[in-house]
């Protein structure tokens, strides 16, 4: 039986040749052709005045929040429901994250709850576009602007999706995207960070390259930083990607469409309901499963894989989980964030690799009912 992936790029001889010529010609005083383009393209894109392309989105919140100064004794607001490389950076600089619910409908960061843990010590809040989805980022934007605390966008998920016609990738300070393999957009593994502060984009530089002064050949550094830097070869697979973006957003959004037609009508749980001031770029179709009794989604994803469908377990919040259960943090936040605790234990992923055709997502709808229906 061919099973059906959970997620998978779209790679075509454009995709090839790029990279073809990028190992062939990159080299020598052509070195930094394809990252100079990819980056001025995606500033271009995201109607942003700088661009760095980076080898993870991981390394791009770490580089934000060293370039903002974050450290021991602050404080850094993170949705509690997200994937752990959102969080983990606010580890390495030494701050400590505070774990915010969830706004029960977007399933991203809860402008009440984010308001709410605001003290004298927070510094940051890193906002995540969640699988595609935005929260309400007028009113996010607005407390952070009140309060004086910096605005980071995880926006890894979510290329292409729009909050009231804006794209993501526009809405922090910082903003930062992923090319891993699983996402809409990939470059194998990779990130791009985005800003329009030029003292910022200074430090990031210096930062990202070994404490190096932009322009240094005598090796004469000024700090000790990191070496945070992408591949000729990742950045012409990702000149070729952005030339798709709008085709391979509308793909994701067709996915999501058959979904919507294949569960039309099914009571045993629900997708994304949409909001008007969203378009979302569904990188993930989700499912939540309703009813009084929901199936665990560990069990949902066993009945699945049984029938050939991969399939992910939405984020348990990270106030759950082993690397942060003990903190008092997560102590406070299991205690207090209802709807992460409420909707993460019922969702699911559904298949929604690029290349899915509609019948794979006919015999994943049919795999969904008969699991959670039949109970097995
Ligand atoms: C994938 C992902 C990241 C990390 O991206 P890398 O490129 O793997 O570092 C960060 N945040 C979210 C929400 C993600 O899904």
Same mark, same amino acid.
């Given at each position: 039986?061919?099973?059906?992936?959970?997620?998978?790029?779209?790679?075509?001889?454009?995709?090839?040749?790029?990279?073809?010529?990028?190992?062939?010609?990159?080299?020598?005083?052509?070195?930094?052709?394809?990252?100079?383009?990819?980056?001025?393209?995606? &500033?271009?894109?995201?109607?942003?005045?700088?661009?760095?392309?980076?080898?993870?989105?991981?390394? =791009?919140?770490?580089?934000?929040? /060293?370039?903002?100064?974050?450290?021991?004794?602050?404080?850094?607001?993170?949705?509690?429901?997200?994937?752990?490389?959102?969080?983990?950076?606010?580890? *390495?600089?030494?701050?400590?994250?505070?774990?915010?619910?969830?706004?029960? !409908?977007?399933?991203?960061?809860?402008? &009440?709850?984010? &308001?709410?843990?605001?003290?004298?010590?927070?510094?940051?809040?890193?906002?995540?576009? @969640? *699988?595609?989805?935005?929260?309400?980022?007028?009113?996010?934007?607005?407390?952070?602007?009140?309060?004086?605390?910096?605005?980071?966008?995880?926006?890894?998920?979510?290329?292409?999706?729009?909050?009231?016609?804006?794209?993501?990738?526009?809405?922090?300070?910082?903003?930062?995207?992923?090319?891993?393999?699983? #996402?809409? @957009?990939?470059?194998?593994?990779?990130?791009? $960070?985005?800003?329009?502060?030029?003292?910022?984009?200074?430090?990031?530089?210096? $930062?990202? !390259?070994?404490?190096?002064?932009?322009?240094?050949? +005598?090796? /004469?550094?000024?700090?000790?930083?990191? #070496?945070?830097?992408?591949?000729?070869?990742?950045?012409?697979?990702?000149?070729?990607?952005?030339?798709?973006?709008?085709? /391979?957003?509308?793909?994701?959004?067709?996915?999501?469409?058959?979904? +919507? *037609?294949?569960?039309?009508?099914?009571?045993?749980?629900?997708?994304?309901? !949409?909001?008007?001031?969203?378009?979302?770029?569904?990188?993930?179709?989700?499912?939540? $499963? #309703?009813?009084?009794?929901?199936?665990? #989604?560990?069990?949902?994803?066993?009945? @699945?894989?049984?029938? =050939?469908?991969?399939?992910?377990?939405?984020?348990?919040?990270?106030?759950?989980?082993?690397?942060?259960?003990?903190?008092?943090?997560?102590?406070?936040?299991?205690?207090?964030?209802?709807?992460? *605790?409420?909707?993460?234990?019922?969702?699911?992923? @559904?298949?929604?690799?690029? =290349? $899915?055709?509609?019948?794979?997502?006919?015999?994943?709808?049919?795999?969904?009912? +008969?699991?959670? !229906?039949?109970?097995?």
């Amino acid at each position: 039986m061919k099973n059906i992936p959970v997620a998978g790029p779209s790679i075509t001889q454009k995709e090839i040749d790029y990279v073809t010529e990028a190992v062939a010609t990159a080299w020598y005083e052509g070195a930094n052709r394809f990252n100079d383009r990819f980056e001025r393209d995606f &500033e271009v894109y995201c109607g942003r005045r700088h661009a760095v392309a980076l080898p993870s989105c991981t390394s =791009g919140l770490h580089l934000s929040l /060293l370039a903002l100064e974050i450290g021991p004794g602050d404080e850094v607001i993170v949705p509690d429901a997200t994937w752990i490389a959102s969080v983990a950076p606010v580890v *390495y600089v030494g701050a400590t994250p505070v774990f915010a619910d969830m706004d029960r !409908d977007s399933w991203c960061l809860s402008p &009440e709850a984010f &308001e709410a843990l605001i003290t004298p010590r927070t510094k940051a809040t890193i906002v995540v576009n @969640l *699988y595609g989805s935005m929260p309400d980022w007028d009113a996010i934007t607005a407390i952070a602007q009140k309060h004086g605390v910096a605005l980071i966008e995880d926006a890894a998920e979510s290329i292409g999706s729009r909050w009231r016609g804006r794209l993501a990738g526009g809405f922090g300070v910082f903003s930062a995207f992923s090319f891993h393999g699983s #996402k809409t @957009l990939t470059t194998g593994e990779g990130g791009m $960070l985005l800003l329009d502060d030029d003292r910022l984009h200074d430090r990031v530089m210096r $930062l990202r !390259d070994h404490g190096r002064k932009p322009g240094d050949v +005598q090796f /004469l550094n000024e700090e000790v930083g990191w #070496k945070y830097k992408m591949s000729s070869m990742q950045a012409a697979l990702g000149i070729a990607q952005l030339e798709r973006v709008a085709e /391979l957003v509308e793909a994701k959004r067709r996915i999501f469409g058959w979904y +919507q *037609y294949g569960l039309a009508g099914w009571s045993g749980g629900s997708l994304k309901a !949409d909001h008007p001031d969203l378009c979302n770029s569904h990188w993930m179709t989700t499912v939540i $499963l #309703k009813g009084s009794d929901p199936m665990p #989604k560990a069990e949902l994803i066993a009945g @699945l894989r049984k029938r =050939g469908v991969e399939a992910r377990p939405f984020f348990s919040p990270l106030s759950s989980i082993p690397a942060f259960k003990a903190s008092e943090q997560a102590a406070a936040a299991r205690a207090r964030n209802v709807n992460a *605790y409420a909707i993460t234990p019922f969702g699911v992923n @559904l298949p929604s690799a690029l =290349g $899915l055709t509609e019948g794979d997502v006919e015999t994943v709808c049919s795999a969904l009912r +008969q699991v959670v !229906d039949g109970g097995t």
